[in-house]
């Protein structure tokens, strides 16, 4: 077993979080600093192979320093744009609403030599490269002629997967998630046209990371068998980096464990990289996860839904769902559930909203209509946005069928002792009612 | 013209926590921004999973009483972490939201704490309060 070091090749960016409830925003070094956090976390040799604009140069020093003396080759420049990324919804509980400025502008100059540099380094064992504006073919021209196992998060590129080519010969390992155009515009959102034209061809193995509902390992060698790796969603306090934290511990863990084991840690220690910004917490916690046993790890229970198992989850959305209310908290939540891939279904949308002189027929029509839907339905999202009588009936209704019911309580409105005890979870935190619904939606698939 | 905030990065490692205290009821929060240790977090009215089918259920055909004192259980009971009883007898399971107590165990937290409210139908229901110590 060889020990690893890892080499990552990406942009450093800044990643500006803005919490909202008048917390302070937060400024973290981000790009593949994220991924070198997880490395530091698990005391492994990171060399980063980092572009960047110049101003960044010494706080990414002081960030490599300060994390395990990690190895700093300055591999690009950045010219017209910052590298500022803004985070509007740190959670993910919906779309996470970046902002890169002036991404546009942004020229990204690839110093050749000083890549060939870093990859003469012949104790780096794994190459994990975050393409995105640089030039990713002389990227991996250079990368492809060490002997070390290279693994690409595609994320944002390339779009075309012949682009892999450039390696020349197989990635160890092509991670993509499910929440990156590449996979929901070049895919479709389809995994099996993923899997048909990523593996064998150019990688030994795909990873899918999936949101809350985990992830999903193809082999080459095993085509039509996937590994399934549990997600370990909780209230979170950011989501920005995880997906790279996973990569950076399944680069490292895999050698030496086998591929269930080494996900199933990953999956684990990424969860605890979303509940802190604190770097010592985070890495005594991963130093802990790293502690549990292989059984402990594969066994522990949590979210498995795969991307394309969400749609047949309809979701009931009780709700003033009238057009003379502010529907904001409603809208942003059907935004969240079709983001995850959900199917949101609003009785009032799609059934008519009743007129203030409707028949007695009307509304019986109405009525039966509605309640069909909740029939038709896995799953009740209420919204109280006040104490609107039908959407309160409507949740009585679902609980006495025995469907999850999660109520989202934006303006804290929720007291009466039978709305707070009967439901499975009534919360105004909006990343907490979507890992909910991920949870109960998980259940209702496996009973 | 005033700025505020955001002058300086703040996530180097040894960056003293923030000036909060206290913890926040109510299990895991979005809400505390990390001033007090995950771990070290009092757990308020967390229900526990799958009480029917659990020992303490089985052996007397009821749940506990509101008081009833308990523990967290340090080994994974069938990939869950399972809340038991002083004498050992499980009553139920915690959500998996709340999986992270099983490696804050293993750096050397214990958590115990009491039944605080119970609902025997239409399916057995027991909610605890839990506190850390280490």
């Known amino acids: 077993m060889s020990t690893p070091k890892v080499c ?4 450093v960016l800044v990643d500006v979080t803005f ?5 302070e925003p937060k400024l973290r070094l981000g790009g593949i600093a994220h991924a070198a956090r997880a490395l530091w976390a698990m005391n492994c040799p990171c060399v980063m192979a980092y572009i960047a604009p110049e101003y960044l140069d010494g706080a990414v020093a002081k960030f490599a320093a300060a994390h395990g003396q990690a190895t700093v080759h300055k591999v690009g420049n950045v010219l017209g744009s910052p590298n500022v990324v803004t985070i509007g919804e740190p959670t993910e509980a919906g779309p996470q609403g970046y902002e890169f400025l002036l991404r546009e502008e942004q020229n990204c100059i690839l110093d050749v030599q000083t890549l060939t540099k870093a990859c003469h380094d012949d104790s780096i064992t794994d190459f994990l490269v975050f393409p995105g504006g640089f030039d990713l073919a002389a990227t991996l021209r250079e990368v492809g002629k060490t002997t070390a196992a290279v693994h690409v998060d595609a994320n944002f590129q390339p779009d075309d997967p012949s682009a892999f080519g450039d390696l020349g010969r197989r ?23 993923l899997c048909e034209s990523v593996l064998g061809a150019h990688a030994e193995a795909l990873l899918l990371k999936e949101n809350r509902g985990g992830s999903r390992f193809f082999l080459a060698s095993q085509p039509g068998r996937a590994i399934q790796t549990p997600a370990h969603p909780r209230a979170v306090q950011h989501s920005v980096g995880v997906g790279d934290v996973f990569d950076a511990v399944y ?41 549990f046993s292989i059984e402990e790890i594969t066994q522990l229970e949590g979210v498995s839904l795969p991307w394309e198992d969400r749609p047949s989850c309809q979701v009931y959305i009780a709700a003033p769902d009238f057009d003379y209310v502010d529907r904001q908290p409603i809208e942003e939540v059907v935004a969240c559930l079709k983001y995850h891939n959900f199917t949101p279904r609003r009785p009032v949308v799609e059934n008519g909203q009743m007129g203030v002189n409707a028949s007695p027929e009307r509304k019986q029509a109405l009525c039966d209509a509605d309640v069909k839907l909740i029939e038709d339905c896995q799953m009740m999202l209420a919204v109280l946005l006040f104490d609107d009588p039908g959407t309160l009936i409507e949740i009585g209704m679902a609980v006495q069928r025995g469907m999850p019911v999660v109520v989202y309580d934006p303006y804290h409105r929720a007291e009466n002792l039978m709305l707070t005890q009967l439901p499975n979870l009534v919360s105004s935190s909006l990343d907490e009612v979507i890992t909910a619904v991920f949870k109960y939606a998980a259940r209702k698939q496996t009973a | 013209m005033g700025t505020q905030g955001t002058n300086k990065f703040k996530d180097y490692p040894g960056t003293p926590r923030g000036g909060a205290s206290g913890a926040k009821a109510g299990g895991p929060s979005s809400e505390d921004p990390g001033d007090v240790p995950l771990c070290e977090r009092r757990l308020t009215g967390v229900p526990l999973e799958e009480v029917g089918r659990c020992d303490y259920f089985r052996a007397h055909s009821t749940i506990p009483a509101v008081g009833t004192p308990v523990v967290v259980r340090k080994k994974l009971v069938g990939g869950r972490i399972g809340v038991e009883t002083t004498g050992g007898e499980l009553i139920g399971f915690l959500p998996t939201d709340y999986n992270y107590l099983l490696r804050c165990m293993k750096q050397g937290y214990s958590y115990a704490g009491q039944v605080t409210s119970i609902a025997a139908k239409p399916i057995p229901v027991v909610r605890v309060d839990l506190e850390s110590s280490k």
């Open chain 1, 8 to 11: 990552l090749v990406g942009q």
């Open chain 1, 19 to 23: 919490p909202g409830r008048g917390q």
């Open chain 1, 171 to 193: 990635f160890a390992t092509v991670i993509l998630s499910t929440s990156s155009r590449v996979f929901l515009d070049r895919y479709e959102g389809k995994v099996a046209r």
């Open chain 1, 251 to 291: 680069v490292v863990t895999r050698h030496g464990k086998d591929d269930r084991a080494s996900l199933a840690y990953s999956s684990a220690v990424a969860a605890e990289y979303a509940c802190t910004t604190y770097p010592d917490d985070f890495k005594g916690a991963a130093g802990a996860t790293l502690q």
